[in-house]
T-cell receptor, first 114, second 112 residues
Framework: KAGVTQTPRYLIKTRGQQVTLSCSPISGHRSVSWYQQTPGQGLQFLFE???????NKGNFPGRFSGRQFSNSRSEMNVSTLELGDSALYLC?????????????FGPGTRLLVL | SQKIEQNSEALNIQEGKTATLTCNYTNYSPAYLQWYRQDPGRGPVFLLLIRENEKEKRKERLKVTFDTTLKQSLFHITASQPADSATYLC???????????FGSGTRLQVQP
């Protein structure tokens, strides 16, 4: 079974621009979560989608948004980019709603904002 | 607010020894705890999950303990190998809450 894929792998943008990142979960997985990872803050939860509905949201400004499609693929968008948005953005998928759900992570998209 | 602490300093050990990594938490009552491994430039990979009512879990050379009184989990790698060198993250999950909360990770370096 193919793992979680994320595109693009690397991205360079300038302040004020917007960016869209894509995530394809493992086949059959319906839950997709997004995380931001930086050296200073570690892994921080952005949001989670299950069956096209956002079920959970982390403490990030409204510039960060996402959506999930009927095939479970997900996109996240960051508008009006700031230098501090430079980070590794990780997508993780899991099979279904469970209290003890293992997260399967993709390789991440490394975003650099200049 | 909830806080998870992992030793930010790298842990250096000799091959063959047991590595012990610590995850402490405050202001939190997790229903379960997970450990992940992350290599440079890659996403975390799930290793082990332990529930709040379990004291210990083992998988091959890995062992995790969970002490809800001390609010601490210990992660052990026995007979460590250079290939075990990576950053190890602990993550806590709560009842009814889907989002995992991750620690900042501890980097393990196993010297040959």
């Amino acid at each position: 079974k193919a793992g979680v894929t994320q595109t693009p792998r690397y991205l360079i943008k300038t302040r004020g621009q917007q960016v869209t990142l894509s995530c394809s979960p493992i086949s059959g997985h319906r839950s997709v979560s997004w995380y931001q990872q930086t050296p200073g803050q570690g892994l921080q939860f952005l949001f989670e989608y299950f069956s096209e509905t956002q079920r959970n949201k982390g403490n990030f400004p409204g510039r960060f948004s996402g959506r999930q499609f009927s095939n479970s693929r997900s996109e996240m968008n960051v508008s009006t980019l700031e230098l501090g948005d430079s980070a590794l953005y990780l997508c993780a998928s899991s099979l279904q709603d469970s209290l003890q759900e293992t997260q399967y992570f993709g390789p991440g998209t490394r975003l650099l904002v200049l | 607010s909830q806080k998870i602490e992992q030793n930010s300093e790298a842990l250096n050990i000799q091959e063959g020894k047991t590595a012990t990594l610590t995850c402490n938490y405050t202001n939190y009552s997790p229903a379960y705890l997970q450990w992940y491994r992350q290599d440079p430039g890659r996403g975390p990979v799930f290793l082990l999950l332990i529930r709040e009512n379990e004291k210990e879990k083992r998988k091959e050379r890995l062992k995790v303990t969970f002490d809800t009184t001390l609010k601490q989990s210990l992660f052990h790698i026995t007979a460590s190998q250079p290939a075990d060198s990576a950053t190890y993250l602990c993550a806590l999950g709560g009842t009814g809450r889907r989002a995992l909360t991750f620690g900042s990770g501890t980097r393990l370096q196993v010297q040959p």
